[in-house]
Structure formats: C-alpha cells, structure tokens
C-alpha cells in the first residue's frame, strides 16, 4: 500500500433500486486515479460499509481492486471483533492492499479493549495498515501515546488516519515517533494546516467531485507553495465534509459536477427543502467561480 498523497475515500453508487452500481464505481474509481489519486479507500463511512450486507462489500472491493489500477485499502469496522477479522481476511483474499482499521461500531470504551479490537484486526493478515482515529464520530480517541504504543508492536501498522480536528495531534505524534508511521489527514478543511504541521497524506472526501483541483491543492502545499487562493476557494466545499450528512452533501456535489447521483441508503435520505437549496448555493457558487489548475 503507497501510504502517500491523496487517497479517495470512494462514495458507493447506487442504482434506482438502491444495489450497488459497480459500472459506475469502476468508471468512478479510475477517473480519480487518473487525475492523480495515488489509491482507494472502500468501505468507510463516506462510503456507507455500515449499510452494505457482507457480500456486498466484498463486491465493491474486488470492483475497486479491477479498476484502481493502483493500491486498494478496505475500512474494516463492525460491532465485533470476530467480524472486523472475518472482514480483513476477506479483504485479502479480494486482492486489497492495505486496510484501514476503525474502531468497533456502537462499543467504546477504555484504552485495553480497543486496543485489543484493533491489535486483533492488525494481526489477521499480513496487509499494510492504517489506524483511524476519528473521536468525534465514533468516541474513541487513540492519544498520541497510545498511536506510538501500537506502532511499536505492529511492523504491518503503517500509517494513521487523524481526524480529531486538532492540528496538534499531528505534531504530538510526529514528537513520539517521528517518520515511523504515514500521518493522513482525515478532516478535508484542515489539509493544508495538517500538511504544515507533517502530514504527509489526505484520506479525501470532495475528491469524489473535484479530485484534480484536490491533488493540485495538496501537491502544491506540500511543496510550500502558497495556496491561499485555492484554498479559499475550496473551503466552502470541503466544509461539507465536517457535518453529519456529509455522505449527501457529497453525493450532491457529484450530482451537480455529473459524476454521480444524490441516492443514499436507509436511513439516511437525500437532502431537500431548504436545506438542499442552502447547499446547492455553497456547491453552485463553487463551481462558477471554479478556477484552473
């Protein structure tokens, strides 16, 4: 897995009746890489694996795994251990590259059994591994200590995830265990801060619609350049990635670029009213004054 540069964390398509549409995914996933994503991540929240039966995730990620051309990463969550196992090893054995591994869906508790949940999912395959941290959607905060504790027990933990909302942590981590492990930002409005504070990757968001612009931004801030232009720019839309509906403010941006449908699974439902109409003049404003890179 090239724990590196900006890695899609790929919507799932679906059709009128709400199955999976793999010929979009496929056309989906290669036109990112081809604007020069270096992978994909499946199966995340951004992605609704919560709502995706077993052999339906499988699916998405051998579709991924055809497509890409490049590394595919599987978000591997469930509500139990054996299940995020069973999970890994299917993940495998699709041909994936890497997972990314959350904590328990539901359970949060203390530091001993999340650590033993994820020390678990690490170890059933021999694939490359990324922790996710993110407390605020699932209430389990792994503290720098505790990132630098499993990287020192895990050869096949090769990165993390931040998404806590707080550049800080970045630099903590950075402090305990300097390059070991490949630190992502997981907070689309906090790119360029986290790249400046030593990130060296972005697990994307509103690179489901604007994956060139979204390359170009974090290319060109981790070179050092000034980006405040396209930043400011961008930040109206990758605000969008923060809030609860995140999946159908996104799959509405798709929408409107032509890259995709607003359909979502149960429970959540498409946007409407005036809540749509106030994002479709976030996203219609956007694409207007939509520069060049």
Same mark, same amino acid.
Request: glycine fraction near 6%.
């Given at each position: 897995?090239?724990?590196?540069?900006?890695?899609?964390? %790929?919507?799932?398509?679906?059709?009128?009746?709400?199955?999976?549409?793999?010929?979009?995914?496929? &056309?989906?996933?290669?036109?990112?890489?081809?604007?020069?994503?270096?992978? %994909?991540?499946?199966?995340?929240?951004?992605?609704?694996?919560?709502?995706?039966?077993?052999?339906? &995730?499988?699916?998405?990620?051998?579709?991924?795994?055809?497509?890409?051309?490049?590394?595919?990463?599987?978000?591997?969550?469930?509500?139990?251990?054996?299940?995020?196992?069973?999970?890994?090893?299917?993940?495998?054995?699709?041909?994936?590259?890497?997972?990314?591994?959350?904590?328990?869906?539901?359970?949060?508790?203390?530091?001993?059994?999340?650590?033993?949940?994820?020390?678990? #999912?690490? !170890?059933?395959?021999?694939?490359?591994?990324?922790?996710?941290?993110?407390?605020?959607?699932?209430?389990?905060?792994?503290?720098?200590?505790?990132?630098?504790?499993?990287?020192?027990?895990?050869?096949?933990?090769?990165?993390? &995830?931040?998404?806590?909302?707080?550049?800080?942590?970045?630099?903590?981590?950075?402090?305990?265990?300097?390059?070991?492990?490949?630190?992502?930002?997981? *907070?689309?409005?906090?790119? #360029?801060?986290? %790249?400046?504070?030593?990130?060296?990757?972005?697990?994307?968001?509103?690179?489901?619609?604007?994956?060139?612009?979204?390359?170009?931004?974090?290319?060109?801030?981790?070179?050092?350049?000034?980006?405040?232009?396209?930043?400011?720019?961008?930040?109206?839309?990758?605000?969008?990635?923060?809030?609860?509906?995140?999946?159908?403010?996104?799959?509405?941006?798709?929408?409107? *670029?032509?890259?995709?449908?607003? !359909?979502?699974?149960?429970?959540?439902?498409?946007?409407?009213?005036?809540?749509?109409?106030?994002?479709?003049? *976030?996203?219609?404003?956007?694409?207007?004054?939509?520069?060049?890179?």
């Amino acid at each position: 897995m090239n724990w590196q540069g900006v890695i899609p964390a %790929i919507t799932t398509p679906f059709r009128e009746d709400l199955s999976v549409d793999h010929d979009f995914l496929a &056309k989906h996933a290669s036109w990112m890489i081809d604007n020069g994503c270096t992978g %994909i991540v499946a199966l995340g929240s951004l992605g609704e694996g919560a709502t995706l039966e077993f052999d339906e &995730k499988i699916a998405v990620l051998q579709t991924c795994v055809r497509s890409a051309r490049l590394p595919v990463a599987a978000a591997i969550s469930a509500l139990s251990t054996q299940a995020a196992v069973r999970l890994a090893k299917a993940a495998a054995d699709a041909g994936c590259s890497g997972l990314m591994v959350l904590p328990p869906y539901v359970y949060s508790t203390d530091w001993r059994e999340m650590k033993a949940h994820v020390t678990t #999912v690490i !170890r059933a395959t021999s694939l490359s591994c990324m922790l996710y941290n993110n407390p605020i959607a699932y209430r389990t905060d792994f503290l720098p200590e505790q990132i630098a504790e499993l990287a020192e027990e895990h050869e096949n933990l090769h990165a993390v &995830k931040e998404s806590a909302g707080d550049v800080r942590r970045i630099a903590a981590i950075r402090e305990l265990i300097g390059q070991r492990l490949a630190i992502f930002v997981g *907070v689309d409005d906090l790119i #360029v801060e986290g %790249i400046s504070a030593g990130a060296v990757g972005w697990i994307a968001g509103l690179v489901n619609a604007f994956p060139r612009e979204s390359v170009a931004l974090f290319e060109r801030a981790a070179r050092g350049e000034n980006v405040f232009e396209l930043y400011r720019w961008f930040l109206p839309l990758l605000r969008l990635d923060t809030v609860p509906k995140f999946v159908q403010l996104i799959k509405l941006v798709q929408a409107e *670029v032509g890259m995709g449908t607003e !359909r979502v699974r149960p429970p959540r439902l498409e946007l409407e009213g005036t809540e749509r109409e106030a994002a479709l003049r *976030v996203i219609r404003a956007a694409i207007a004054s939509r520069p060049r890179v």
